[in-house]
């Protein structure tokens, strides 16, 4: 798990625009906790039994 810039009150502690980090960003956005949760889930379900190594793109 690696996610971007999560919406929580550390990340929204500071006066610092967050546009540098969305622009990167593959959903141009900031996520929600609920967002990361979900995929937690996900993995941690039997759902997932399918799935068996992350794929390289090289």
């Not at 550390?10 to 996520?31: A, M, Q, V, Y």
């Amino acid at each position: 798990m690696a996610p971007g810039l999560i919406d929580t009150p550390l990340s929204t502690s500071t006066d610092e625009d967050p546009s540098w980090t969305t622009d990167l960003s593959e959903i141009g956005r900031i996520g929600a906790p609920e967002e990361v949760a979900a995929t937690i889930v996900f993995l941690l379900s039997q759902d997932v039994s399918v799935y068996n190594r992350a794929s390289s793109s090289s």
